[in-house]
């Protein structure tokens, strides 16, 4: 059974960082993996992406140049370092696996995903 468990949300001022990290359980491969968010009352939308097998990143442009997404294989854990913090930046972000057939597009995964549970940032002025 495939298990994503996030950490390391919190509370920040605008302008501070934070460092998600997500722990995955059970996958024996997947050609993505990725950090998404919702926010209240708006949809899901994909933050980064980054491909296992030569840890290519993409982000999305609201994003890009302040969060870094990687992923440490030994540790089996996705992390997302999120600098320069914005309000905009309040969700609950959630770590994302593709499945079988599963690929990276754009700052999102194409086909099945498995998910975390999420953990909640939240970024005041």
């Known amino acids: 059974q495939v298990r994503l468990v996030e950490s390391g949300g919190a509370s920040v001022q605008a302008g501070g960082s934070l460092k998600l990290s997500c722990v995955v359980a059970?996958?024996?491969?997947?050609?993505?993996m990725a950090w998404y968010r919702q926010a209240p009352e708006k949809e899901r939308e994909g933050v980064a992406v980054i491909t296992p097998r030569n840890s290519y990143p993409f982000y999305a442009g609201s994003v890009k140049d302040r969060f870094t997404i990687s992923l440490d294989k030994a540790k089996n854990t996705l992390y997302l370092q999120m600098n320069r913090l914005k309000p905009d930046d309040t969700a609950t972000y959630y770590c994302a696996a593709g499945g079988p057939g599963a690929y990276c597009s754009d700052e999102r995964i194409k086909g099945d995903k498995y998910w975390g549970q999420g953990t909640q940032v939240t970024v005041s002025t």
């Open positions: 059970g996958l024996t491969s997947t050609r993505c």
